[in-house]
Structure formats: structure tokens, C-alpha cells
């Protein structure tokens, strides 16, 4: 396009210069003349259009080149803002992250916590929120006792077999010896469909529940027995009805008819209150 009008305005300012040429010099000009001249005139034309075409070329491949580099500075410029943003936002997920483990859950957890003691409190079910105690221990010290007892006796046999002296160790009394940890012994279940049973359920401290069947007949302290053997002492925790709510009063004498188990009953493990 712009070669074309540079070669339009070139023919309006040739044109009328021919002219006046051809004015002045028409008696003296021949037809060789007038050839060669428009020959002349052309030749400049073709120069002109080549340097117009050359010219506009390159203008075009500059333009062109500062645009691709204007595009691939903005290119590169967004790739550099999606990875700053990409970082920035795995920052933020972190801090979130980080904020949720170390102060959000473990507020939520307190304020759970304090819910729930709050809600045992008011339904009167503190005995939830403290643990069984085990009996363990009392069993390890009988077996440790009986390996102990059986020990010294074979050295005893030993020493008479060879007729040692026996050892310089005084053997207390049965009556001077401590007396030993009686081992818990409930007696056998009886069937469901015998007569004169009744279901005992125990409800421990951890919100399991136990559930076995007894004899009327059974003595009341097979009830604390039962307790022990679940893992939760006579001296620490003691036997309540569910309701009405009440302590249960547990003598070897009386049997489970006499302290009023006569149906399916459901009883409770309770911590005792310490004494100061």
C-alpha cells in the first residue's frame, strides 16, 4: 500500500514535468529521444518501487521483531507471577496448616474435654471420666510368693538328703507369717433356664458393661468379687443400684435375695469418696 502511493505521487509530479519538457523540446525531440526517456523514466520508477519495497520490509520484520520480544517478556513476566503466586499460596497453606495443628485442635480438644466433664457432672457420672484399677500386682506377688516357698523347700530336701546342716534362716510361724492375698474365685454360672437365677449387670467405670448370672442363694460378696476380678478394688470402688440410686450394703452372710437382688438388676461401679 505505501509503495503504491509513493509511486502515485511520484507519476503526479512526473507527469506534468514530462509535459513541459515535451513543450520546450518538441521541434528538436525524435522518437529515439522520447524511447530512451520513458525507458529513463520507468527504470527510476522500478528503483524507487525496490527501495519502497526493501524499505517497507524491514520496517515490518523491526515491528514484527519488537512485538515477539514485547510478547515474550510478557510471557515470561506471567510465568514469574504464577510461580510467586504458587509459592505465596503453598506458604499460606502452611501457615494454616500449622495454625490448625498447634492451636485450633488442641483449644477444640480443651473445649470438648471441659463439655464433657461439665455434662458427667451434671447427669451425676463422674465415675466416666476416671480409669478402672487394674489387679495385677496381687497375682505376680502369689506367684513370685509360691516360686519362693517351693524354692526353699527343695534346698530344705536337699540339705537333709546329704546330711547338711540346715541354713541359719529363721522360718516364721504360721501365725507370725503375713497373711496372703486371697485368690478371687466366683462360683460356676449357672444355666439360663434354671430356676431361682437372676442377671447381674455391671456397668464399670469405662462404660463397659458386664453382664452375669448368679444363684439367689449366692453370697452378696460374690458381687464385690466379681468387681475386683474386673479389675476395680473393694478399697478404692464400691457397688450402687441404678435406681433408685443407692449404695450397696454387702455382708458374706447375707445372700444376694436378702440385700434385695431378687430380679435382672443393673449395678454400678462408683469411686468411694476419699476420706482427708
Not at 522518437?31 to 527504470?43: A, E, S, T, V
Not at 485450633?104 to 457420672?125: A, I, N, V
Request: include cysteine; hydrophobic fraction near 35%.
Amino acid at each position: 500500500m505505501a509503495s503504491r502511493g509513493v509511486v502515485g505521487l511520484f507519476l503526479l509530479f512526473a507527469i506534468p514535468v514530462l509535459c513541459l519538457e515535451l513543450r520546450r523540446g518538441i521541434p528538436d525531440l525524435g522518437i529515439k529521444d522520447l524511447i530512451l526517456l520513458c525507458g529513463r523514466i520507468f527504470l527510476l520508477l522500478a528503483l524507487l518501487s525496490l527501495i519502497i519495497s526493501v524499505t517497507t520490509s524491514w520496517l515490518n520484520s523491526f515491528k514484527c521483531s519488537r512485538v515477539y520480544l514485547k510478547d515474550k517478556e510478557e510471557e515470561e513476566n506471567e510465568k514469574r507471577q504464577k510461580l510467586v503466586r504458587k509459592k505465596q499460596q503453598e506458604a499460606q497453606g502452611e501457615k494454616v496448616s500449622r495454625y490448625l495443628e498447634k492451636v485450633l485442635k488442641p483449644h477444640q480438644e480443651m473445649k470438648l474435654k471441659k463439655l464433657e466433664e461439665r455434662f458427667y457432672q451434671m447427669t451425676g457420672e463422674t465415675w466416666k471420666l476416671s480409669n478402672g484399677h487394674k489387679l495385677g500386682g496381687d497375682e505376680d506377688l502369689l506367684l513370685k510368693n509360691a516360686s519362693q516357698t517351693s524354692f526353699e523347700t527343695a534346698n530344705r530336701e536337699a540339705a537333709k538328703r546329704r546330711n547338711l546342716p540346715e541354713p541359719v534362716t529363721k522360718v516364721s510361724s504360721p501365725a507370725e507369717q503375713p497373711p496372703q492375698n486371697k485368690v478371687l474365685e466366683l462360683p460356676e454360672e449357672p444355666p439360663e433356664a434354671a430356676e431361682e437365677v437372676v442377671t447381674v449387670a455391671l456397668r464399670c467405670l469405662s462404660g463397659r458393661v458386664l453382664r452375669r448370672r448368679f444363684f439367689k442363694s449366692c453370697s452378696s460378696q460374690v458381687l464385690l468379687d466379681w468387681m475386683m476380678k474386673t479389675g476395680y478394688h473393694s478399697s478404692l470402688y464400691s457397688l450402687s443400684t441404678s435406681f433408685p440410686r443407692r449404695p450397696l450394703e454387702v455382708d458374706g452372710s447375707w445372700t444376694l435375695e436378702d440385700i434385695g437382688i431378687t430380679v435382672d438388676t443393673v449395678l454400678n461401679v462408683e469411686e468411694k469418696e476419699q476420706s482427708n
